[in-house]
């Protein structure tokens, strides 16, 4: 047997300078979360909505027709569940009427759809089969087509984007057996050879992986002579010689993704084919991240607004004590629920989305809130929709069918959308990269200060650049437009949440400043504390979205009185989740509970344990990963 594979030795420092390096460090345009984590709520950033060119509007809804007769037709979610693929004639179809290019430009092929488009159509065809809204998104949100269009040569974009648009399904390989979130330690490497690099190594959970035709692949390239080395992407033909689909993984949801382990043996790459320099692969792979991860929370929109209909309808007609269960208000106040947070992550999309085709503002910080803040409250709501269903949520649409109901499958939907909270970022990671951004002002005058490698007078430097940073910008977290009783009055009965949004955003800005001066080299470690202020800020964004898309619709004339309604009854919930996690902010359990954990690890607990059987099955937690030749059978499907 071989020896386990030697996955690079780096201390926590190091993976932290990795991660920090393949950060976007400059902020050229504005951001409007940044300034709401920095207590200023720069309202006219987001306000008046932008909207979208009336091309781009007529070449956008002719799509979502089309688009729509084939989910109506041709995508059957229950047979995939069921049979836990997607079949060859969905994926045929898919290819003919062009929704492989949708983000790709008319000039390859594509159809050339804005980022609102092209996510109002990953949230139709994610409430017919989110096994194939995953598909698509992959393919085009993190695939090969996005890094090429932001990092690739014309040559490159000229040879793999026609392909992309029409016929090549792509998929996108960082994660492996035992690299998750922190890249520094990818073992799969690129050994330069002539005028091509041969990649040795196995990567997991490959989404698309198992149908794919091109593939994005993070490797890391050793450093030599000519070559810088680092973690370098490439664009691999997937049926090169050496490449090995050996498993298609198995979920608890989402049963048809095509997702699956691949082992590369000395494959050949040509340098041509290297997205960038060596080097810059984890600052291509966030960059591509900063809109692709907007698909996802396109998705968990179309998700909330699927249980809205269900629930309207299931409680309407079902009885319980001589009246609809809607009008009791242990049910009724579940259906506001769902209906105000469908508001909101419909808006935090749609604002996002256009944000993205302006290109005005960095949405970084946009986009991940939208992520974090759209996979927690569509699993939330989804949860809720099985509990107003009982017993009819919790089982299969099959046998609701079987039985003579309706096949309603909201088991389904639960158990597709848990993984929205790991996918792209679990919500650990989300806080985490969130947080860093929301204190990169702070840090980027006063991180000296705190770093024990710096020396005195780099410290006294930095403590003069903090003094006046802090001189001019304090003073402003006093006071605010939230004070005055008629500001925003032209949101009419929303400008007071907007008001409490300026208010809050300063007390914000305030709570991470004292925790900092509190903290100081120690605040990355408070990952608690940290993730409570970016989910404050998730709230307070979630909130202005809701109030401008509402204050769009009454200027439209499109339910505008309507979407007062559901903006409030949003606002008035998220002030109750926001002033709660004030609270928790210093009056919480975190240091109990890192007491207890040590306690876990130490093994003092095992007594607790106890009178249980573990149904697990024996082996390592993490699968060996060491490169070579594969084993196994490749089990690579091709789409005709």
């Not at 792509?170 to 005028?195: H, I, N």
């Not at 050996?246 to 608890?252: D, K």
């Not at 679990?426 to 710096?454: C, F, N, Q, Y």
Request: proline share 5%.
């Amino acid at each position: 047997m071989s020896a386990p594979t030697q996955r690079p030795k780096v201390t926590e420092r190091e993976a932290r300078q990795v991660a920090e390096a393949a950060r976007e460090q400059d902020w050229h345009r504005p951001s409007f979360a940044r300034e709401l984590f920095l207590g200023r709520f720069r309202l006219d950033l987001v306000h008046p909505h932008p909207l979208p060119a009336e091309e781009d509007v007529r070449r956008g809804e002719a799509f979502l027709a089309t688009l729509r007769t084939f989910c109506e037709t041709r995508i059957d979610g229950a047979r995939i569940d069921r049979e836990a693929r997607i079949p060859d004639e969905t994926i045929s179809g898919l290819k003919e009427i062009g929704a492989l290019g949708m983000k790709i430009d008319t000039r390859y092929g594509g159809l050339g759809l804005t980022q609102v488009y092209y996510n109002r159509a990953l949230a139709l065809v994610g409430s017919a089969s989110p096994a194939v809204g995953a598909l698509l998104s992959a393919h085009q949100s993190i695939g090969v087509p996005q890094p090429l269009k932001l990092f690739g040569t014309q040559e490159q974009k000229d040879t793999f984007l026609p392909r992309l648009a029409r016929t090549d399904l792509s998929a996108f390989l960082l994660t492996e057996p035992d690299v998750g979130s922190d890249p520094a330690r990818l073992a799969t490497t690129a050994v330069p050879d002539g005028d091509a690099y041969v990649l040795d190594g196995v990567k997991l959970w490959t989404t698309n992986g198992v149908v794919a035709d091109l593939l994005v692949v993070m490797a890391r390239v050793p450093a030599g002579k000519g070559h810088p080395g680092g973690i370098t992407a490439f664009v691999v033909e997937a049926d090169s010689p050496g490449i090995t689909v050996e498993h298609r993984n198995a979920f608890m949801g989402l049963r048809g993704l095509e997702n699956g382990v691949t082992r590369f043996h000395r494959v050949r790459v040509p340098a041509a084919h290297r997205i960038g320099p060596e080097g810059a692969g984890l600052k291509i792979a966030l960059t591509t991240l900063n809109t692709g991860r907007l698909s996802l929370p396109a998705a968990c929109a179309g998700a909330a607004k699927w249980c809205l209909k269900i629930a309207r309808e299931w409680t309407a007609v079902r009885e319980q004590w001589g009246k609809p269960v809607a009008r009791h208000e242990a049910v009724g106040t579940k259906i506001s629920f769902i209906a105000a947070t469908a508001f909101a992550l419909e808006a935090v999309v749609d604002l996002a989305s256009q944000m993205a085709d302006e290109n005005r503002n960095d949405i970084r910080i946009e986009a991940a809130l939208a992520k974090l803040y759209g996979s927690e409250m569509a699993w939330r709501i989804a949860d809720e929709l099985v509990q107003i269903r009982g017993g009819r949520g919790y089982e299969t649409a099959d046998s609701l069918a079987a039985r003579g109901e309706r096949a309603v499958p909201a088991e389904q939907l639960l158990r597709d959308l848990r993984i929205n909270r790991i996918f792209e970022g679990s919500t650990e990671i989300m806080h985490l990269l969130i947080a860093r951004e929301a204190v990169d002002a702070h840090l980027s005058v006063a991180g000296d200060l705190i770093d024990p490698d710096k020396s005195l007078a780099e410290k006294a430097k930095a403590g003069a650049r903090a003094g006046g940073f802090y001189a001019r910008w304090f003073p402003g977290l006093v006071t605010g437009p939230g004070q005055r009783p008629g500001a925003y009055g032209e949101f009419g009965p929303l400008a007071g949440h907007l008001r409490y949004v300026e208010r809050t955003s300063r007390k914000l800005a305030r709570s991470t400043f004292y925790a900092m001066s509190r903290w100081q080299g120690r605040m990355e470690l408070k990952q608690a504390f940290l993730g409570r202020i970016v989910d404050i800020g998730a709230e307070l964004f979630a909130m202005s979205a809701a109030c401008v898309r509402a204050e769009l619709l009454r200027t439209t004339g499109d339910h505008g009185p309507e979407a007062y309604r559901l903006a409030d009854a949003f606002c008035r919930q998220a002030r109750l989740r926001v002033e709660e996690l004030f609270d928790r902010l210093w009056s919480n359990t975190d240091e109990v509970d890192r007491r207890i954990v040590d306690g876990v690890l130490d093994g003092r607990y095992t007594w607790l344990e106890a009178g249980v059987v573990d149904p697990s099955g024996d082996g390592p937690w993490i699968a060996d990963a060491t490169p070579g030749p594969s084993r196994e059978e490749n089990v690579r499907r091709t789409v005709p």
